[in-house]
């Protein structure tokens, strides 16, 4: 009888053998359900093979062999096995983890009707030129449906709200529905479609408010919006030359036109019918750039996969991808994943973010997991940053990548924007504003133009003290503080959740006078708002965007210049384009300069790059100005200078001495629990464990062993947490090392505690 072994949801290194009765065909990379213990599990065949060591009684039937998925290709099998192995991370948890919750389930999916839109006898009888002027997306929606049927994702280019305007124009009976199963939609895209009339019907606005046209490509309509920049033609000329794989790192300054250099890249590889997959970093910003691609492709299958979407419009998307029906993949880090059939690029956008890092379960870097995969398949893949990571940089210097440079911005009246610092030590300070700041701020506002102030800090103030004996509203369950947020009158625990209302005497003392210390966005709200009663504020960071929605009507409200002055914090750092804000006060970035993290400089500038390119995108110049005691610092005074390369070559060489990554390569041992000598004794036997192995390695000089240390937060949620650091110069002898210690570690008993081990560790 054949046996198979199969790839299951469970945390053992192993896979499992089952047998398969004759006559029934299984394929590799082919969903199973098979009984484990005594339940039913689904899994994933990895292999046939021959013999087993398991015992003739022991061995159980495969139950059912699901067909409702196609197998899954040896290459992804290929590339989860990379990951297994190098991340340390059990197989079939590695492979399960790749895929959409629903092919996890050990039910049968059922795929889901992909609906269509078209015109009723009476929609299409309507006249345009009379259609209410304010209702513009009815409008959009009705002269694109005009053309032909559509679906919801292709009409969703149109606008965000386009599901709420269908409905209004569903219930007015223009509008109706029709299934269409996912591959008549597909049909419904003739190959050689003209062009619509220019002008027309194709007008779709982009982003920043500029108009795009249709343009028929032979096989797609492509938005040719621009002539590329010397340089950018450079950078799309590189890519499509390479014959195979290549990396290549796109070094471009905020505005120098990189999103431009993707669209022709995936514009030459959709004229060779390849697939594309973008990834980009996990933030709100995933629905607006779907739109913006899919305005400068219209006619092409653009496919998203990210945590937003349900189980069941996740499952479609990937099996758009898995078919080959999506031609632009556009996913966070876990789209790295995605079966791609014919994959020809890929391209890691804001490659430098640390959200691509999968900080649980298998703790990949969909980065590297890219770069891997771009190798494996004999692909091309781009890394775009303004403020490219130490690590890519490194290789693009050491010739390992190609680096591609942006030197420029794209439109020729765009200007980079002026940095300025304030010495916070010699200002006059209001409550953590300068008045230089401020005053700065009252210009904007009598020009009509925005401010934005970026604070790392949610709530109102960081920490509540009593001004008697000095008590600080610490967290009991962690070793961190309670921060003060004075709207609903709690401290509120940002590492585990614990809250209590703001207590009228100190704890502690009994003293009533307790003092909120530092600030935090609330509280910068209220001082800008005593100092400008007229002005319109808004404050966005985690708690007022809760809703999807909110943050959509936020921005709605910046782009309609309903909004003078910003408050918010790195998430209103990336990716915006706010054409009327003109100021960026940068409040308190100092604790990352003397942080314990070495990487915190590295983190700080790309952020602080980040938000000084939300000044003065458009023809208005910008200014940032940074509040800090140490207006001297070569961070600041490269960011002054605009000047990430000597930057970034001064960080090399300080992580050279101090033997840093991206010169040794690193592996962290956690481990958590309630009972701290627990957690010390593991770890302490784990690096027993590895002092032993790396003497009897035979290249023993280059794996360092560090010591057992308390980690950052030593405390949270009434965990204990301790670590310890592996260091090898050579990335093959610390795989070597990994592989054997992990034997030593899989067997010792850790009931009580939670570990992991983190390959490449970003955080500390
Ligand atoms: P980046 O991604 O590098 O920050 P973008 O690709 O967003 O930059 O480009 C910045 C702006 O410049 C956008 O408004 C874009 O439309 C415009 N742009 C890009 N390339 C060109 C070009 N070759 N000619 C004119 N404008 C361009
Ligand atoms: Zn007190
Ligand atoms: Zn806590």
Redesign the pocket.
Known sequence: MPIVRVALDVPLPTLFDYTVAEGIAVFIGQRVIVPFGRRQMAGVVMECVATTDVPPERIKPVAQVLHDSAPLSAGLLDLLRFCSDYYRYPIGQTVLSGLPARLRSDKPVISKQVLSYRLTASGAALDLEKFPKRKVVQRRILAKLAEQPYNLAQLKALSATVGAQLKALISEGWVEQFASTPSLALMELPANRLSPQAGKSLVVPLQ?GELARGQDVTRHIFDN?????GE?QQAVDAVTAAQGYGCFLLY?I???????VYVHLIHHVLQRDGQTLLLVPEINLTPQLENYFRSRFPDVNLTSLHSGLSEGERLHNWQQAQQGAAQIVLGTRLAVFAELSALALIIVDEEHDSSFKQQDGLRYSARDVAIFRASQRGVPVVLGS?TPSLESYHNAQSGRYTLLK?TGR??AEARLPEVRCVNINQAVMHHGISENLLREIGLRIARKEQSLLFINRRGYAPVLMCTGCGWLSGCKHCAGKMVLHLKDQRLRCHHCGYQIRVPHACPSCGNADLIPVGSGTQRVENVLQEHFPDARILRVDRDSTRSKRAWQTMREQIHANEVDILVGTQMLAKGHDFPALTLVGVLNPDSALYSSDFRAPEKLFAQLVQVA?RAGRADKPGGVLIQTAFPDHPLFRALQTHDFESWAESQLAERKMAGFPPFVFQAMLRAEGKQENEVYRYLNDARTAAVALGNSMETRASVEILGVVPAAMPRRANHIRAQLLIQANNRKVMQQFLREWQLFLDEYPTKMLRCSLDVDPLEY
Do not use: C, F, P, R
């Open positions: 920043g919006a621009h002539t590329l920049t950018q471009g905020t505005g120098s036109g990189k999103t431009e303004a942006l794209a439109m390119g």
